[in-house]
Nanobody, 112 residues
Framework: QVQLVESGGGLVQPGGSLRLSCVAS????????WSWYRQRPGKQRELVAT????????EYADSVKGRFTISRDNTQSAVYLQMSSLQPDDTAVYYC?????WGRGTQVTVSS
């Protein structure tokens, strides 16, 4: 059974940083691309960033380019999202996804 567990969310002030982690079990992560999504209050879930299986190719939503960095460690079955220059509009539940498997999400709140 595939399980994805996110961590690292929390409350941060505008301009601050957070690093999210997602650890997988029950799947050989090195074979697949991995993505982070988020769902902001009152909005649909949206793709934030994707990293391909070898880790050399990444893609980002325009809204986070230059502020967020996705990375992965296949030896740890983990994917990360380094978020900097956070703004209130980044407040959301952040989810990791691999194939059709989703984690339960981690809440990020950006507020002063």
């Amino acid at each position: 059974q595939v399980q994805l567990v996110e961590s690292g969310g929390g409350l941060v002030q505008p301009g601050g940083s957070l690093r999210l982690s997602c650890v997988a079990s029950g799947i050989t992560v090195s074979l697949y691309a991995w993505s982070w999504y988020r769902q902001r209050p009152g909005k649909q879930r949206e793709l934030v960033a994707t990293i391909l299986n070898a880790g050399r190719t990444t893609e980002y939503a325009d809204s986070v380019k230059g502020r967020f960095t996705i990375s992965r460690d296949n030896t740890q079955s983990a994917v990360y999202l380094q978020m900097s220059s956070l703004q209130p509009d980044d407040t959301a539940v952040y989810y990791c996804k691999i194939l059709h498997h989703w984690g339960r999400g981690t809440q990020v709140t950006v507020s002063s």
